[in-house]
Nanobody, 125 residues
Framework: VQLQASGGGLVQAGESLRVSCTAF????????MGWFRQPPGAVREFVAA????????KYADSVKGRFTVSRDNAKNTVYLQMNSLKPEDTAVYYC???????????????????WGQGTLVTVSS
């Protein structure tokens, strides 16, 4: 499975941005998909995850109420809609796929088998 993230860019605080991640190969509709981010000089952290059907989601407390994860299995694509962006949201955003075929959502990095290359989101104040 190859994951290709896109949609990053430079925005001002308070604005919105949507990043996307398209999967090539594998069985996208069977995977849990996650979004993580790595701020400058910091470790990678969990942002959001969605079950294979899209019926359940999980968010980090820092983005809850501002970010929405969704997916389109017909397009092999997962999205992260980011609203009310803050400078502290500045990071490289990574998508990841969990091939376990379970519906257990976790904030841990270890269950994810495949990672995209990342897309940079910069929020200016």
């Amino acid at each position: 499975v190859q994951l290709q993230a896109s949609g990053g860019g430079l925005v001002q605080a308070g604005e919105s941005l949507r990043v996307s991640c398209t999967a090539f190969g594998g069985t996208f509709s069977g995977y849990i998909m996650g979004w993580f981010r790595q701020p400058p000089g910091a470790v990678r952290e969990f942002v959001a995850a969605i079950t294979s059907s899209g019926g359940s989601t999980k968010y980090a407390d820092s983005v809850k109420g501002r970010f929405t994860v969704s997916r389109d299995n017909a397009k092999n694509t997962v999205y992260l809609q980011m609203n009310s962006l803050k400078p502290e949201d500045t990071a490289v955003y990574y998508c990841a796929a969990d091939e376990s075929y379970s519906d257990y959502l976790t904030a841990k990095i270890t269950p994810y088998d495949h990672w995209g290359q990342g897309t940079l989101v910069t929020v200016s104040s």
